[in-house]
């Protein structure tokens, strides 16, 4: 496992009692991305433990690459007619994800990963950008599959091949989460069937830290995990957090920062975090569970805001396949905030975003 894990506090407040609250960052890998941490608390530094309890997530629940994770068992079993008894809390967070597709009509599926494997989407280049970032609290990275073993970086692929129609619509035959079994007993899916939970991993990774903190009594926090940000409780010094939203035609820069107050989830899907070209054309890694394709819904990016990370994580992905119209009515049914760039650049956002977004000049 790739880690390169450094560690340092910064400044002390005094609080009016006596208690030293003190400021912990940490830049670290895991679930394949970048991942930073900025933490405050009276009491011990836990980003080091914040790690662990991401990459022991990975390897034990989510990852389809591992084969003794929960997710890489239940694909082994596939079409054998075990059933595979979850943790309680992964239990709870698949049928929250079945709902969520049945209420996007299938834009979200958690049984693409023949698909995805079809599509080789694992060994398209992603670009890693720097984390942190100025005036920022968080700059999102960029973000990739949350259950990739080690980040690559560099070029897209050479070497590319199209997958063919008849390849694709071979692979879709084993696709579609309503053939999934899920009981209080346990899944099984089906013979052929890939489970991938790529596009809500980092959403449940940022559920779990905030649970975390939460135990660990720590006063206020900002996490990004590529693509999903958790911002938590109020900064000791009282400012509002300031999420950064990646400009998706120039990533090296941001569109607009969200102010936000408190507690919040945000998360961002673009057909540029994970993508490869060819003959001019962008093949990307957010597919369309109906064609079998990169989703082409005229959107380039959607940023989420919502109360729960596993709801932003995937609503941003269910969005980007469904297009601003439907998205933004799935967003409002679950009381999320939604802001969609468009492929000629124009923005659309719910009322809510419109509070809270500020555009970047
Ligand atoms: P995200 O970046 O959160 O939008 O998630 C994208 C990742 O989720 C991809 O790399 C795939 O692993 C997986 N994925 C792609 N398309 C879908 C989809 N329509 N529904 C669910 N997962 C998907
Ligand atoms: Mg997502």
Not at 44 to 60: F, K, N, Q, S
Not at 98 to 108: D, H, L, R, Y
Not at 203 to 210: K, T, V
Request: with cysteine.
């Amino acid at each position: 496992m790739k880690r390169c894990f450094f560690v340092f506090f910064m400044c002390l407040f005094l609080t009016g009692c006596g208690n030293a609250v003190r400021e912990y960052s940490a830049v670290d890998t895991a679930m394949g991305t970048v991942v930073t941490q900025r933490i405050y608390t009276e009491h011990e530094d836990v980003t080091e433990d914040i790690t662990v309890l991401l990459l022991d997530l990975e390897r034990e629940e989510l990852s389809r690459r591992k084969v003794g994770s929960v997710i890489g068992r239940i694909n082994a079993a596939a079409g054998s007619g075990e059933i595979v008894v979850l943790p309680h809390k992964l239990q709870q967070e698949l049928i929250f994800l079945q709902e969520f597709s049945q209420k996007s009509e299938g834009a979200f599926d958690s049984s693409l990963g023949g698909l995805c494997k079809l599509w080789d989407i694992d060994t398209w280049a992603t670009k890693t950008d720097s984390p942190g970032g100025s005036a920022q609290d968080s700059m999102p990275n960029s973000s990739k599959d949350s259950t990739q073993d080690s980040i690559q970086e560099g070029p897209a692929v050479s070497g590319f091949v199209l997958p063919t129609p008849t390849e694709i619509q071979a692979a879709l035959e084993h696709c579609g989460y309503e053939k999934i079994s899920l009981t209080k007993e346990g899944i099984s899916i089906p013979e052929g069937m890939v489970l991938d939970l790529g596009a809500a991993g980092k959403g449940i990774a940022c559920d779990r830290i905030h649970a975390f903190l939460q135990e660990q009594d720590v006063e206020a926090a900002v996490i990004s995990i590529g693509g999903s940000v958790l911002v938590y409780g109020d900064k000791p010094d009282n400012t509002v957090w300031q999420v950064a939203v990646t400009d998706p035609f120039h990533q090296e820069t941001y569109i607009g920062t969200l102010y936000l107050k408190g507690t919040h989830f945000v998360a961002t899907s673009g057909d540029y975090e994970r993508y490869v070209e060819m003959d001019g054309v962008r093949y990307h890694h957010i597919l369309d569970p109906f064609t079998g394709y990169p989703a082409d819904s005229g959107v380039v990016s959607v940023t989420i805001v919502s109360d729960s990370g596993m709801l932003s994580d995937a609503l941003s992905t269910a969005c980007f396949v469904m297009g601003a119209d439907e998205g933004m009515k799935l967003a409002e049914e679950y009381d999320a905030e939604a802001l969609f760039v468009l492929k000629d650049g124009s923005l659309l956002m719910s009322e809510g975003m419109e509070q809270i977004y500020r555009e970047y000049r």
